[in-house]
Antibody, heavy 124, light 107 residues
Framework: QVQLQESGPGLVKPSQTLSLTCTVS??????????WSWIRQPPGKGLEWIGY???????YYNPSLKSRVTISVDTSKNQFSLKLSSVTAADTAVYYC????????????????WGQGTLVTVSS | DIQMTQSPSSLSASVGDRVTITCQAS??????LNWYQQKPGKAPKLLIY???NLETGVPSRFSGSGSGTDFTFTISSLQPEDIATYYC?????????FGQGTRLEIK
């Protein structure tokens, strides 16, 4: 069973770049069986999908965040990462790394395995 | 982008009650709809995919139905452990989008 664990700073200053890493265990990112996504949830609010990456490096980002988001993968470490630039208080949220099965040649967009989530607060 | 609207936003019911949550899409999404359960302080859990298919291991008291723009999630007999917030999510078009959630409480 796939397990995911987020890591990274819990506090980021406004205008700086938020950086998080997700370590995958119980399976290899390089297997190609999954796409790997980031989803966030502001405190007390709903869920927002940020984007996904495939082990090959192929990505797709939510247009609402596309100009500020970069998702990358390191298959040698079995990790994928999120960078979100020019953050503001509105980016304060619990960030989840998530897997979604590959269906045919595309992601399923059914999010089956989730990390525990990490709270990132944007504040000076 | 497709917008997902859930109702009600919160709901209080008694143990054993039948509970129904609705989710409406801003355009036809066929049956490309999931339902998730999120307990306090935890990550969401996928319960139902393709509008009506139960994920492995999910109790049979949970069910889903609908297609097109209107969908329903039902708990046939509410249990204390069902206290959670429930979200619908469309995956017909990118980006995948979630409803705003329905908070379920026990009376």
């Amino acid at each position: 069973q796939v397990q995911l664990q987020e890591s990274g700073p819990g506090l980021v200053k406004p205008s700086q770049t938020l950086s998080l890493t997700c370590t995958v265990s119980g399976g290899s990112i390089s297997s190609g069986d999954y796409y790997w996504s980031w989803i966030r949830q502001p405190p007390g609010k709903g869920l927002e999908w940020i984007g996904y990456i495939y082990y090959s490096g192929s990505t797709y980002y939510n247009p609402s965040l596309k100009s500020r988001v970069t998702i990358s993968v390191d298959t040698s470490k079995n990790q994928f990462s999120l960078k979100l630039s020019s953050v503001t208080a509105a980016d304060t949220a619990v960030y989840y790394c998530v897997s979604e099965l590959k269906m045919g040649s595309s992601p399923s967009h059914s999010f089956d395995y989730w990390g525990q989530g990490t709270l990132v607060t944007v504040s000076s | 982008d497709i917008q997902m609207t859930q109702s009600p936003s919160s709901l209080s019911a008694s143990v054993g009650d039948r509970v129904t949550i609705t989710c409406q899409a801003s355009q036809d999404i066929s049956n490309y709809l999931n339902w998730y359960q999120q307990k306090p302080g935890k990550a969401p859990k996928l319960l139902i995919y393709d509008a009506s298919n139960l994920e492995t291991g999910v109790p049979s008291r949970f069910s889903g139905s609908g297609s097109g723009t209107d969908f329903t999630f039902t708990i046939s007999s509410l249990q204390p452990e069902d206290i959670a917030t429930y979200y619908c999510q469309q995956y017909d078009n990118l980006p995948p989008a979630f409803g705003q959630g329905t908070r379920l409480e026990i009376k």
